[in-house]
């Protein structure tokens, strides 16, 4: 594997991946899980606090988005990222980077996230 730098607005990371395209799709995840991990936090503490449940509420699934993923940290994630996201091996900054689009890594990203939830499905 090789070490890309992934650069776009705030997000900057340094990972390990098979191609750019990894390495963008795993900066993007990393981002989106911290704010899932930091919403559910907050939701099991909102609850606990209301009435002693520890639970998750039940949510309507949204079109669009992963079942297992809630759409506002979902979005607080990816409004994390610029337009474009610039992938060098040299380092951050570099004139070489690639540049992917945004959209793009984020559309592959859920469909990675739905083929999850499927398999999770299906291990029941």
């Known amino acids: 594997m090789a070490k890309y730098y992934i650069q776009s ?4 990371f340094v990972v390990c991946a098979n191609d750019a395209e990894g390495a963008a799709l795993w900066a993007m995840h990393r981002v989106i899980d ?3 991990c930091d919403f559910e936090e907050q939701q099991l503490l909102e ?11 039940d949510e309507e699934p949204i ?3 992963p079942q297992a993923v809630p759409l506002e940290p979902m ?3 990816l409004a994390e990222f610029a ?12 004139d070489e980077a ?3 689009d945004t959209e793009e890594i984020f559309n592959q990203w859920r469909q990675l996230m739905f083929a999850v939830d499927r398999l999770f499905d299906q291990m029941g």
């Open 83 to 94: 337009e474009h996201i610039s992938i060098s091996q040299i380092g951050i900054g570099r």
């Open 9 to 12: 607005n705030r997000v900057s």
């Open 34 to 36: 911290e704010k899932i």
């Open 98 to 100: 690639a540049r992917l």
């Open 75 to 77: 979005l607080e994630g």
């Open 63 to 65: 079109d669009g988005a």
């Open 47 to 57: 609850n606990f606090l209301a009435d002693g449940d520890v639970g998750m509420d």
